[in-house]
């Protein structure tokens, strides 16, 4: 075995050194982003509409000054940006004053709702943004994780530097040509132990799947592939079931619950979809997230159909950062969850309150999945898009939804977070 | 594979690295797996040289330094859904989706960018962002109303004359117009970037809303302004009748969304109007305005104990602490906010005068900030006086 590892590392090797190179020398390229967060206020309540990480320049923020106060932390809650800026709304302006020759006198008028945009340097380990009033004491206004704009942006742009950062070395080999070397052969030498690593699992597999594991049941007709998923989740610590149909899948469920289900939709005679169903009309089901998982592309029309029954939608191929970032994402939230309801008990927030906000936050992220999928392509010719009118109103409905739900979620979450405040209890950071 | 998977475990993982490694060195061997990416300009369709290609947002070559200029192929790309980015120094970048193995080929088309440096060594970085938008419409002393103006949108090279000379005659003469008690640093004129944005098919209406209003796009385009003023041509007629004064305003909408309108020929406007924008500078007068303490280093205190205190902690003499009120007497206007620096004051009117001793300060500290930015950025002792410091520099 070792013998064959080492040789196989040999024609790796090999390969990599007859890669030809293509372009020389980048000319400094340009890696600069900001974030925007798009907020609406009205009578000094601000709500975040949006937030998305982009590429281009900063404002300079420390040229700024005013009564609200923006922070940016870090991971670990340090302060990594700290500014202050005017609020907005406020119009100074001078007009003539008749009566009086030669003197213009002010004009001002102040809006107590629009829109504000706040156009923040990117910076890294960037994980939350707060906005307070340092005119009203300090009050906190808006309270926002970063994490799901930087995820977007890096599911986008996997390559970029600073996406590279957040997830495995393994995918960063196209990055800067001259390191693409070194990344390469970190890549296939990773791969190699990790592929090792994951042999003595399944060859040391006995009684793996504890309680203590989250379980994940893998349902799809195609063998290899619940093979290959096996293998890419036990390196990940997590337990797993498989089921070769939408039949088997159902009969699993009814001995054990999972904490997700990955679920292929070709399948036959039932196929991934109609399981979907299935599983969702079942009171004893109904609540394990499922994540959806197909070479089919996302029809405006299934997302439509689907869209409050599933949890997220990968296509394949996909990475095994893709699929490990999807799984997290689903259980971390149910975690959070978890962890806040058990903080909160006693506090007086009505349990159903908190609930509300958690499915909201869980409807908007799956909404902003799906219209990311259903987005065209910039860049194509018109004609080439094939958008019916239909799945254009399934995508304004799908906004219109979320912005819906963005609203009355950032609502709950100021009722929440008051509350915890007032108990001296750490706000809801998600 | 399903029946190397019935031998064993081991054979699946042997097989595993086998196949991947056969792949892998095949295809890099045969440059199979590749993707053309070709750049050409939108309007010309040429192809073009010196753009940067990224492809999942990873740096993959410039389209000069291949074979065929406008071309840059990307090697072992893996099935699924990507995105290309193409940046070139003066044209707008374009980021294009697509599906491997489906297409193969991407053309991205770059259009020229409307955004114009007028800095003559390029912009710094770090340095204050000033952005100048023509308007299409103006004012008529005639008939009291706005009307269309095509002087700007006809006539890019009247439009960025008029652009410097408010440089000239306003941002770069500033230490004429502050208190030479606080003088403002040697090479302040270095502190800024200056540019203008033309693209006559969207032009700014400087007469819709108080200071205007911007085509959409242009804060997705410009993320990056510390102002943008919406210049606005002469009004039409004289300015003779009282009732027909030019006017300026300013709002604010987030950080890197302040914006200002003010017309060319009016100086005292635009100092008036980047008093508030930029310096964050209060009113002086007393009028319908927005008055607040407005901290570090402010021109208007919410109190006659802070403005003294203030006044008395940097050699200014507190007894020229006043409440803000008209000049009639009894004053038919009174605010409950104080004022420090003497009359004739730029933010008292915009008809002449100069920025007093209290707002030269915050002047002052607004010139350092963007000082201390340059220099991080520079890893020097200060930002070079690259730009003209006698503020010929733009004409």
């Known amino acids: 075995m070792r013998g064959i590892v080492i040789g196989c590392l040999v024609i790796l090797l090999a390969g990599i050194l007859c890669t030809p190179v ?16 798009h907020l609406n206020y009205v009578d000094k309540l601000y709500s975040v509409s949006s937030m998305e990480v982009r590429y281009g320049r900063a404002p300079n923020l420390d040229i700024l000054s005013g009564n609200l106060k923006g922070v940016i932390l870090d991971s670990n809650g340090n302060v990594l940006k700290s500014f202050s800026f005017q609020e907005p709304g406020t119009t100074e302006g001078i007009i003539s004053d008749p009566p009086r020759e030669n003197t213009l006198i002010g004009y001002t008028e ?3 709702s629009g829109e504000m945009t706040i156009t923040l340097p990117y910076l890294s380990d960037m994980q939350k943004f707060t906005l307070s009033d340092t005119g009203d004491g300090g009050s906190q206004l808006v309270s926002v994780d970063l994490n799901p704009p930087v995820a977007a942006f890096c599911t986008d742009y996997p390559r970029d530097p600073d996406c590279l950062v957040l997830v495995s070395p393994s995918t960063s080999a196209e990055s800067h040509p001259d390191t693409a070397l070194l990344a390469a052969i970190l890549f296939s030498a990773s ?59 159902l009969d699993i469920l009814k001995k054990q619950i999972p904490d997700l289900i990955l679920l292929d939709v070709r399948m036959e005679p039932m196929d991934g979809w109609q399981t979907l169903e299935q599983i969702k009309k079942n009171p004893d089901f109904k609540s394990i997230p499922v994540l959806m998982l197909t070479g089919d592309t996302l029809t405006a029309q299934r997302a439509k159909q689907y869209n409050i029954c599933m949890e997220d939608y990968i296509t394949k191929p996909f990475l ?46 799956i909404n ?63 | 594979m399903t029946g190397l998977s019935r031998t064993g475990k081991n054979g699946w993982i042997i097989a595993s690295i086998l196949v991947f490694s056969l792949t892998f060195t095949v295809s890099a061997a045969f440059g199979q797996n590749a993707v053309s990416v070709i750049v050409r300009d939108t309007s010309t369709r040429e192809n073009l040289g010196g753009a940067q290609v990224y492809f999942d947002g990873g740096y993959s070559g410039d389209t000069s330094s291949t074979n065929e200029t406008g071309i840059v192929v990307i090697p072992d790309v893996n099935p699924g859904a990507h995105t290309v980015r193409v940046t070139r120094p003066g044209y707008n970048e374009n980021t294009t989706k697509f599906a491997y193995p489906a297409e193969t080929t991407i053309e991205v088309l770059i ?13 710094l970085p770090n340095a204050i962002n000033i952005v100048f938008y023509p308007s299409s419409t103006s004012y008529s002393c005639i008939n009291n109303a706005k009307l269309p103006a095509p002087d700007y949108i006809t006539n890019e090279t009247l439009f960025r004359n008029d652009v410097l000379n408010v440089i000239n005659n306003t941002y770069l003469n500033l230490d004429q117009f502050t208190s030479p008690s606080n003088p403002l640093p040697d090479d302040y004129r270095s502190y800024f970037n200056f540019y203008y944005y033309y693209d006559p098919s969207s032009p700014a209406d400087a007469f819709s809303g108080c200071s205007g209003s911007l085509p959409e796009g242009y804060w997705d385009n410009v993320t990056f302004s510390d102002v943008t003023v919406i210049l606005y041509p002469t009004y039409y007629g004289r300015y003779a009748n009282i009732s027909c004064q030019p006017t300026g305003c300013t709002q604010i909408f987030g950080p890197g969304r302040s914006q200002m309108k003010a017309p060319a020929n009016q100086e005292r406007i635009v100092r008036l109007e ?58 038919s206007c009174i605010r409950n906010f104080w004022q420090w620096d003497p009359m004739p004051d730029v933010m008292a009117g915009a008809y002449g005068g100069t920025f007093g001793d209290a707002a030269t300060q915050r002047i002052n500290y607004v010139l350092s ?11 020097t002792g200060g930002p070079s006086p690259s730009l003209s410091q006698s503020g010929v520099g733009y004409l």
């Not at chain 1, 799947?209 to 290899?224: G, H, M, N």
């Not at chain 1, 259980?331 to 958690?358: D, P, S």
């Not at chain 2, 259009?111 to 800095?119: F, I, P, R, T």
Request: aromatic content about 6%; glycine content about 6%; hydrophobic content about 35%.
């Open chain 1, 22 to 37: 293509t372009g020389t020398q980048p000319l400094s390229p340009n890696y600069d982003k900001i974030l925007q967060i």
């Open chain 1, 110 to 112: 102040t809006s107590s």
């Open chain 1, 191 to 249: 791969l190699i132990i990790a592929i090792g690593i994951a042999n003595r699992t399944i060859r040391r597999r006995t009684k793996m799947q504890t309680s203590e594991k989250p379980v994940v049941l893998i349902v799809d007709d195609e063998p290899d592939i619940v093979e290959l998923i096996t293998i890419f989740l036990r390196t990940k610590n997590y337990a797993t079931l498989n089921a070769n149909s939408g039949n088997a899948c």
């Open chain 1, 320 to 365: 095994p950062e893709d699929l490990y970032t999807a799984i997290d994402r689903i259980l971390m939230r149910k975690q959070k969850l978890k962890e806040t309801l058990a903080l909160t008990k006693n506090v007086g927030i009505e349990k159903e309150k908190l609930c509300e906000y958690a499915a909201l936050t869980r409807r908007i992220s």
């Open chain 1, 368 to 430: 902003k999945r799906i219209l990311d999928i259903l987005r065209v392509p910039r860049g194509i010719p018109e004609q080439a898009d094939l958008r019916t009118l239909d799945d254009m109103l399934v995508v304004d409905y799908l906004n219109v939804r979320t912005r819906d739900n963005e609203k009355r979620a950032e609502q709950l979450r100021r009722e929440i977070n008051s509350v915890l405040r007032g108990k001296g209890l750490p706000e809801l950071g998600w």
């Open chain 2, 111 to 123: 259009s020229k960018e409307a955004l114009v440096s007028l800095n003559p060594d390029g912009p």
């Open chain 2, 274 to 331: 980047t008093g508030h924008a930029l310096f964050g500078l209060d009113d002086t007068f007393c009028g319908d305005t927005y008055y607040w303490q407005n901290d570090p280093y402010p021109n208007v205190w919410s109190s006659l104990a802070s403005c003294q205190t203030d006044a008395q902690s940097h050699d200014r003499d507190p007894a020229q602490c006043r409440q803000i009120e008209s000049e009639d007497s009894p004053p």
């Open chain 2, 369 to 379: 900030q963007a000082r201390v930015g340059i220099q991080a950025q520079l890893g």
